[in-house]
């Protein structure tokens, strides 16, 4: 594990990097979201949350209930939701946690003389990030949205596969620290926010490293981050990723490794709600194959999860689709975390996932008719505008 300290621990991530932390990974949509409203309902001073998706469905209106009856203890409660990605919520959704005293701001309208616009974005630039803060002791984080299609059978559809990352200690405050980054950029009505002081560390806790993208500011630190973890690889490196449009840097890294004789494999959707997205990734598969990396395709359900495991420690849970349209127009946020424990448990993950996949081999590859090669590379070429 000291080698991946040692990268986490590099003068340009130090200041994210923190010792002492409980992590717990939530695979179980209708699991998760019982255990998130359980915390939010002990909250004694904040719940901060954001989001990509929020839905007026069943999930959504028990977080908002949990939200509200927070604001009504007094708790300050703030929601930042994607305006274009919760296009479904209304102002009277959440006219209850307002009149509690929760705050509810809408990143980036799309409508730009919405009443919330401070200023004209570019309508592409989307807030992506899943964070959860929860007085100074405990966070979420990771790829699972507010709906229905992102609980179990209990609450919801079980549609889609994704995940959250529970985090308790110091990088609680890492994570509220790039929550109060996103709330700098949308209209807030409330006075200065802070972020909370730390938590004292978990003696055997982990080392935990958390890391925002955001194409204002250091748009490269997630890049470099995950570049540098795969050249490190010494046994393996499974990659889940549901749509990985997988930019140069990421295709370079994982073929190296893959040369080089690291265990190299990539689980990725086959059924998808993004169907440019399912095509365009097959342009690049090519150079990773003919490394001698593996990638499978999941059909049978919808794979939304985003994460990496390395070797036997280091693991990497985040919004982050490992993409060029992550880099260059979204907000996200990702957690590398060095723990046996956690890249086992996705690690099993990772293998559960490929059990219900169908690999997609080399042959197949080049056997594609040029009309298909042409609109892969076409839409390939469009997504990374």
């Known amino acids: 594990m000291e080698r991946w300290n040692h990268l986490l621990t590099r003068p340009a991530l130090r200041s994210n990097y923190s010792e002492g932390n409980r992590v717990r990974l939530f695979t179980d949509g209708d699991h998760r979201f019982r255990a998130l409203w359980t915390d939010i309902d002990r909250a004694e001073e904040r719940v901060w949350m954001e989001t990509f998706i929020f839905e007026p469905d069943a999930v959504g209106r028990r977080t908002l209930r949990a939200l509200t009856d927070a604001a009504r203890r007094g708790c300050d409660v703030v929601l930042i939701y994607d305006s274009q990605g919760s296009s479904e919520v209304t102002e009277a959704l959440f006219r209850p946690l307002r009149e509690a005293g929760g705050e509810v701001v809408a990143f980036n309208p799309v409508y730009p003389w919405h009443r919330a616009q401070r200023r004209i974005m570019n309508p592409l630039h989307r807030d992506h990030r899943k964070i959860l803060i929860i007085d100074d002791r405990t966070a979420y984080t990771g790829g699972a949205n507010v709906s229905r299609h992102y609980a179990g059978e209990e609450w919801g559809t079980g549609r889609f596969i994704d995940l959250l990352l529970r985090v308790e200690g110091p990088a609680v405050q890492d994570l509220a620290r790039i929550f109060l980054q996103s709330l700098s950029k949308v209209p807030s009505s409330a006075g200065e926010r802070s972020v909370p002081g730390r938590r004292d560390t978990d003696p055997e806790g982990v080392p935990a490293c958390v890391l925002g993208l955001d194409e204002r500011l250091d748009k490269h630190a997630l890049d470099r981050l995950l570049r540098k973890a795969v050249k490190q690889a010494q046994e393996r490196c499974l990659v889940t990723a549901a749509y990985f449009i997988a930019p140069p840097w990421l295709r370079k890294a994982l073929a190296t490794a893959a040369r080089r004789g690291v265990e190299v494999q990539i689980v990725t959707a086959g059924r998808t709600d993004n169907r440019l997205a399912r095509t365009a990734k097959r342009h690049v598969y090519g150079e990773l194959l003919k490394s001698g990396a593996r990638i499978y395709e999941m059909h049978d359900r919808m794979l939304h999860a985003k994460h990496l495991v ?27 975390v060095v723990d046996a424990t956690l890249a086992r448990q996705l690690h099993d993950h990772h293998r559960t996932h490929r059990a219900h996949s169908q690999a997609y081999t080399l042959a197949r590859w080049r056997e594609r008719p040029l009309h298909r090669r042409l609109q892969q590379w076409g839409l390939y070429a469009l997504m990374q505008v």
């Open 310 to 336: 390395i070797d036997s420690s280091f693991s990497f849970v985040g919004s982050y689709n490992m993409d060029r349209w992550s880099d260059v127009h979204n907000l996200e946020v990702g957690a590398a």
